[in-house]
């Protein structure tokens, strides 16, 4: 059985019936984790087995896990500092920062490889213009130059881990100050200027072999009256065609305000399909999941399967080894002092 396009998320540490019938739905190709469906390592370790098992190839096992604010499994891992801290370090020293950047990205990747993760919805891409509350510190710097280079770093980490990246919020959220969670954020900027600014460090990170993105949910007024998620022209023109990407398109989460402006749970699938997402997250909302997955009619894309299969763990990483290798220990000590140095504000 092939993966299918709709990620879902579960309700607690373990798979209840009902979700076990919901994931081998045919539609069903992975599972988001949150906080919620954490106890232990040991225990999320066993989940993720639970969720592989049920499929072959086995569905992807996703998180949010990029550090500061938004980090799902805290007590067994390591707290990462927000991406901010290396932008800061990066206008002082831009070698130490990349080499900060890509250990940080190794110990993530690592950490989340060991229980058998496949991968985390990171790094952030977006740009820092100090008017966005939801990226805020979670965006590297203000300059696209400076996110790009941290980004790579990063990413590059990850790699190492055996984890492939996936850059969001295409093709730039900060600047916006509107939450797409709870609100339907409008950039009215021109296509050039965002272009020529926000889309640089995804067509920098594209070049350098990123395996998913992540569209925002903001309507670029200038450009299309749909949010980037659903707009063919951001997705197929721009990001397929101009910046040649080749990996996974992966929605926002579709039960957001910002994604209601395109109609029910199944107008808002097959629009994001439509566009060009491979993908679709569906989180928080199981009767929403529950109607999708009864009324999305899908044609079979044999490349978005490609795509996908891609995303799988690149290699074991057994964690008991792990927490006695010396250069997990030396990541975790970094991370401590630059968690402790706090974010701080950039100079804008």
Known sequence: MSLGPIMLDLAGPEISEEEHEMLLHPLVGGVILFTRNYESPEQLQQLV????????PHLL???????????????????????????????DDKKRAKHLA??????????????GIDFSFSPVLDLDFGVSKVIG??????????????????MLGMRRAGM???????????????????????????????????????GRLVRAGLGGIMPAHVIYAAVDNRPA?????????????RLGFQGVIFSDDLTM??????????????????????????????????????NLDVQDDPVSHVRL???????????????QDPAWRQAVAMADELRGQGTGELEL
């Not at 900060?174 to 939450?179: M, N």
Request: proline residues 5%; glycine residues 8%; hydrophobic residues 40%.
């Open 102 to 115: 890509e250990t940080c990205g190794w110990l993530m990747a690592a950490e989340l490889r060991a229980v």
């Open 229 to 241: 998620c659903f707009s063919l022209y951001w997705l197929k023109v721009v990001l397929r065609e």
């Open 137 to 154: 510190d979670r965006a590297f710097h203000h300059n696209p130059e400076a996110v790009g280079e941290l980004a790579i770093s990063w």
């Open 257 to 294: 305000q910002g994604a209601h402006v395109m109609g029910d749970i199944v107008e808002r699938g097959r629009a994001a399909l439509e566009a060009g997402c491979d993908m679709l997250l569906v989180c928080n909302h199981p009767d929403e999941s529950m109607r999708l997955l009864d």
């Open 164 to 202: 492939v990246a996936t850059g969001k919020h295409f093709p730039g959220h900060g600047a916006v100050v509107p939450d797409s969670h709870i609100d339907m954020p409008v950039d009215e900027r021109s296509f050039e200027d965002i272009y020529a600014a926000d889309v640089k460090p995804f």
């Open 61 to 91: 096992v996703a998180v949010d896990h990029e550090g500061g604010r938004v980090q799902r499994f805290r007590h067994g891992f390591t707290e990462l500092p927000p991406a901010r801290v290396f932008g800061k370090i990066f206008n």
């Open 309 to 323: 299969a891609r995303l799988h763990e690149r290699h074991n990483i057994d964690r008991e080894s792990l927490l």
């Open 49 to 56: 087995a639970d969720i592989h098992r049920l499929r072959d």
